[in-house]
């Protein structure tokens, strides 16, 4: 009776050889990892663009300066919050106790909204550098699987001295899954790679601009001072 081969997922993953399950498992953990971060990124993202409209709202309906930051206080939750707070409390430690202001208040002013900018940008960008290593190498390291079990169903029909396909299909079939399970990987991962890039440097952006418009605020605050 003709013996029927299983040829699914499952079956091809337990007749692999040590190495190529090893390579099956680190693929498959790389994508579960990848969308574990681009579902973080894509949350956290959306959040970041809520809570700038909200800000912005805020800062342009007419309120004092002084009253929003006392609203929300010097270590508040928004990241445009946290700009704000940043540019505001270096414009409070500037002023000497007689109400003058301290030489080169602007400059700080501006580094202190620069850092905390730099601050939002590295956590938006934070796990991208993996999504792209898995992009640039997922397929590599598949083809290595590949190749590997291909190498060992041409021994297996060296061992059974014959090229039938009940031979060699197992073996090839068994090869070709690694490089799938690298293609799913990465193909994914540089997708929301260059996504979550432009999305993130387009919040970024939009921090640097109100940043730029905050400092004009001040800067005009600083001249009528002087």
């Known amino acids: 009776m003709e013996q029927t081969l299983d040829f699914?997922?499952?079956?091809?993953?337990?007749?692999?050889?040590?190495?190529?399950?090893?390579?099956?498992?680190?693929?498959?953990?790389?994508?579960?990892?990848?969308?574990?971060?681009?579902?973080?990124?894509?949350?956290?993202?959306?959040?970041?663009?809520?809570?700038a409209a909200a800000f912005d709202a805020?800062?342009?309906?007419?309120?004092?300066?002084?009253?929003?930051?006392?609203?929300?206080?010097?270590?508040?939750?928004?990241?445009?919050e946290?700009?704000?707070?940043?540019?505001?409390?270096?414009?409070?430690?500037?002023?000497?106790?007689?109400?003058?202001?301290?030489?080169?208040?602007?400059?700080?002013?501006?580094?202190?909204?620069?850092?905390?900018?730099a601050?939002?940008?590295?956590?938006?960008?934070k796990g991208l550098t993996f999504l792209a290593t898995v992009g640039s190498t997922a397929p590599f390291i598949g083809l290595f699987g590949t190749v590997w079990g291909i190498k060992r169903a041409f021994e297996e029909i060296a061992l059974q001295?014959?090229?039938?396909?009940?031979?060699?299909?197992?073996?090839?079939?068994e090869a070709l899954l690694a490089t799938a399970l690298g293609l799913l990987a990465a193909v994914p991962a540089v997708i929301f790679y260059n996504k979550l890039t432009q999305d993130s440097e387009a919040v970024v952006g939009g921090y640097e601009g109100f940043a730029d418009e905050f400092s004009?605020?001040?800067?005009?605050?600083?001249?009528?001072a002087a």
């Open 8 to 51: 699914s997922l499952l079956a091809l993953f337990l007749r692999a050889s040590f190495l190529v399950k090893i390579v099956m498992i680190m693929l498959i953990a790389a994508s579960f990892w990848s969308w574990s971060i681009i579902v973080q990124k894509l949350l956290d993202l959306r959040r970041a663009r809520a809570e």
């Open 58 to 80: 805020a800062f342009w309906s007419g309120e004092p300066l002084e009253e929003v930051y006392d609203r929300i206080g010097p270590d508040p939750a928004g990241a445009s």
């Open 82 to 117: 946290r700009i704000f707070a940043a540019g505001m409390t270096e414009w409070r430690r500037s002023h000497r106790k007689d109400g003058g202001l301290i030489a080169g208040a602007q400059a700080r002013i501006d580094r202190a909204m620069n850092v905390a900018i």
């Open 119 to 125: 601050r939002e940008a590295e956590g938006l960008n």
């Open 161 to 173: 001295q014959s090229t039938n396909l009940a031979v060699v299909a197992p073996g090839i079939a």
């Open 216 to 224: 004009m605020i001040l800067s005009r605050q600083l001249d009528k």
